[in-house]
């Protein structure tokens, strides 16, 4: 570099160029927020509706994701109603004794013993995927009904179906509060929770 070149280098941006160069970052940051408020409103929106299905489909096997109230009850129930052939849970701690996971589902110790199986290995949401994806297959199921959470569907389903190539997924959203209506938008910890799996959902779909 020339002794000119550096010197030009060195010389302080014009405050007119500079005024515009913050003004353009700050508009692109703005519209990136509003790009991702407005996200979150739809995502907010689409999970409020969801509902519990009061028939679902039958399917080869069911699988609870671990981690939020109502899911294992909910799983339990559609195994009895025989919506699946088995049930597997994803996500047990692994120092979970046998008595209190059953104790916990509800489940009469011969369906716990004949029809449940336990996942001990998945420490998070993916995790989840490739475990139910390695007991599917090996299986030989091609249908689950998938139990967790309305919030926590579409990030549970998304990681899925990226796992499950091939296999049907029914998702099915246990519902503990009701945020139809904009809901939502009135309970503090509802809004905190949406807000913050909205996040995760949108980096899921960014590493894929």
Same mark, same amino acid.
């Not at 002794?3 to 010389?11: D, I, K, P, S, V």
């Not at 790009?35 to 399917?59: C, E, N, Q």
């Given at each position: 570099?020339?002794?000119?070149?550096?010197?030009?280098?060195?010389?302080p941006v014009p405050r007119g160029r500079l005024l515009r160069i913050v003004? @353009?970052?700050? $508009?692109?940051?703005? /519209?990136? %927020? +509003? =790009?991702? !408020? &407005?996200?979150?409103?739809?995502?907010?929106?689409?999970?409020?509706?969801?509902?519990?299905?009061?028939?679902?489909?039958?399917?080869?096997?069911?699988?609870? @994701?671990?981690? $939020?109230?109502?899911? /294992?009850? %909910? +799983? =339990?129930? !559609? &195994?009895?109603?025989?919506?699946?052939?088995?049930?597997?849970?994803?996500?047990v701690h692994p120092q979970a004794r046998k008595q209190a996971l059953q104790?916990?589902?509800?489940?009469?110790?011969?369906?716990?013993?004949?029809?449940?199986?336990?996942?001990?290995?998945?420490?998070?949401?993916?995790?989840?995927?490739?475990?139910?994806?390695?007991?599917?297959?090996?299986?030989?199921?091609?249908?689950?009904?998938?139990?967790?959470?309305?919030?926590?569907?579409?990030?549970?389903?998304?990681?899925?179906?990226?796992?499950?190539?091939?296999?049907?997924?029914?998702?099915?959203?246990?519902?503990?509060?009701?945020?139809?209506?904009?809901?939502?938008?009135?309970?503090?910890?509802?809004?905190?929770?949406?807000?913050?799996?909205?996040?995760?959902?949108?980096?899921?779909?960014?590493?894929?």
């Open positions: 570099m020339t002794e000119n070149a550096a010197a030009a280098a060195l010389e003004t @353009l970052f700050s $508009g692109a940051i703005a /519209l990136l %927020a +509003a =790009v991702y !408020l &407005l996200g979150f409103a739809i995502f907010a929106m689409h999970v409020a509706g969801l509902k519990t299905p009061a028939d679902p489909p039958s399917a080869d096997a069911i699988v609870v @994701l671990t981690g $939020g109230q109502s899911r /294992l009850e %909910a +799983a =339990v129930e !559609l &195994l009895r109603a025989g919506k699946g052939k088995r049930l597997l849970i994803s996500g104790r916990a589902t509800g489940a009469e110790a011969a369906l716990f013993t004949c029809c449940i199986d336990v996942d001990r290995v998945a420490l998070d949401t993916i995790g989840n995927a490739v475990e139910s994806a390695r007991w599917l297959t090996e299986q030989g199921f091609v249908s689950a009904i998938v139990v967790t959470n309305n919030y926590h569907i579409p990030r549970s389903v998304l990681e899925m179906q990226r796992q499950s190539a091939g296999i049907k997924l029914h998702p099915y959203p246990v519902v503990n509060s009701d945020l139809n209506n904009g809901g939502w938008l009135t309970k503090p910890n509802a809004l905190r929770v949406l807000f913050t799996e909205y996040g995760k959902y949108v980096m899921a779909l960014v590493r894929g």
